[in-house]
């Protein structure tokens, strides 16, 4: 019997019985739990009563709980593992919200020291942003925009052809005027 009762559990699931007598006959009540489930739901689940003699206990009871307590087990595993994913999201989200807080105190202050003339300064800020958020076209715009305003000089490679604008009085690199 015991055998048969381990192969419907996994690991740390339990499973409480309890055994009353009244007369001659035996009430057995049956009910799965998980100690990994923190939902309060997972304790609505309701006990499986089988009542009859010992005998008839013996020759039934595995086949009895058999399907009650896989059904009851799944359902455990399936509230153990949103919680798990409900906790991991949360925990994502909070890193993404604190890196999105790091770099938006990064971006002020590459804006304070642009703002300072401490162009050079400005540009490794915002180089270093760019480093941890390569799409984010915005800052790609400041340090191309830096670049030049620094070095004097354009990017000629640059994936931005806004970077352009900025070129010496007669030495435009094409005939069409861009927008700022």
Same mark, same amino acid.
């Given at each position: +019997? &015991?055998?048969?009762?381990?192969?419907?559990?996994?690991?740390?699931?339990?499973?409480?019985?309890?055994?009353?007598?009244?007369?001659?006959? $035996?009430?057995?009540?049956?009910?799965?739990?998980?100690?990994?489930?923190?939902?309060?739901?997972?304790? !609505? $689940?309701?006990?499986?009563?089988?009542?009859?003699?010992?005998?008839?206990?013996?020759?039934? &009871?595995?086949? #009895?709980?058999?399907?009650?307590?896989?059904?009851?087990? #799944? $359902?455990?595993?399936?509230?153990? #593992?949103?919680?798990? %994913?409900?906790?991991?999201?949360?925990?994502? %989200?909070?890193?993404?919200?604190?890196?999105?807080?790091? +770099?938006?105190?990064?971006?002020?202050? *590459?804006?304070?020291?642009?703002?300072?003339?401490?162009?050079?300064?400005?540009?490794?800020?915002?180089?270093?942003?760019?480093?941890?958020?390569?799409?984010?076209?915005?800052?790609?715009?400041?340090?191309? %925009?830096?670049? *030049?305003?620094? +070095?004097? !000089?354009?990017?000629? &490679?640059?994936?931005?052809?806004?970077?352009?604008?900025?070129?010496?009085?007669?030495?435009?690199?094409?005939?069409?005027?861009?927008?700022?």
């Amino acid at each position: +019997m &015991f055998t048969a009762i381990s192969n419907l559990l996994k690991e740390g699931e339990m499973l409480y019985i309890n055994i009353v007598k009244t007369g001659e006959n $035996l009430t057995v009540t049956v009910l799965p739990r998980s100690g990994e489930v923190k939902d309060p739901a997972a304790d !609505c $689940l309701i006990p499986l009563n089988l009542k009859g003699s010992p005998e008839e206990l013996d020759a039934g &009871f595995v086949e #009895a709980i058999s399907k009650p307590v896989q059904q009851s087990t #799944a $359902l455990l595993r399936n509230m153990s #593992a949103y919680e798990k %994913s409900a906790e991991k999201a949360a925990q994502e %989200s909070k890193a993404e919200k604190d890196r999105q807080e790091t +770099m938006n105190k990064q971006i002020k202050d *590459a804006e304070a020291l642009e703002k300072a003339g401490k162009l050079k300064e400005a540009l490794a800020v915002y180089s270093k942003i760019l480093e941890s958020d390569k799409n984010n076209q915005k800052i790609r715009l400041k340090v191309n %925009s830096l670049k *030049a305003k620094t +070095m004097g !000089c354009l990017d000629m &490679f640059s994936t931005n052809p806004q970077t352009t604008s900025n070129t010496e009085e007669g030495d435009n690199l094409d005939d069409t005027e861009e927008e700022d």
